[in-house]
């Protein structure tokens, strides 16, 4: 069963930085890319970046957080990060992983970040 976890979410003052990660098990974690988006309430899912498989080598980034955030992974613990600086309130949502692209629908329950002062 494939399963993704998120977590690192919180409330953070505009200009903070937070830290997401996202452990997969259940499938060949590092033979796939793996997508972070996030939806905002009554908005629908937005895609935010991607990292494609293996080392990771192709990074790609929502314009509007271009600069501001970044996304990694750690094959040896199954794990992808997105690292969020700068967070502006407009950035507010949960954000999820998913495995792959988002057109697959398998992702995580989500974390919440909030950015608020």
């Known amino acids: 069963e494939v399963q993704l976890v998120e977590s690192g979410g919180g409330l953070v003052q505009p200009g903070g930085s937070l830290r997401l990660s996202c452990v997969g098990s259940?499938?060949?974690?590092?033979?796939?890319?793996i997508t972070w988006a996030r939806q905002a309430p009554g908005k629908g899912v937005e895609w935010v970046s991607f990292?494609?498989?293996?080392?990771?080598?192709?990074?790609l980034y929502h314009d509007s957080v271009k600069g501001r955030f970044t996304i990694s992974r750690d094959n040896s613990k199954r794990t992808a990060y997105l690292q969020l600086t700068n967070l502006k309130p407009e950035d507010t949502a949960m954000y999820y992983c998913?495995?792959?692209?988002?057109?697959?629908?398998?992702r995580g329950q989500g974390t919440q970040v909030t950015v608020s002062s």
């Open positions: 998913y495995k792959g692209d988002i057109s697959n629908g398998e």
């Open positions: 259940g499938f060949a974690f590092a033979a796939y890319g």
């Open positions: 990292i494609s498989a293996a080392g990771g080598g192709v990074t």
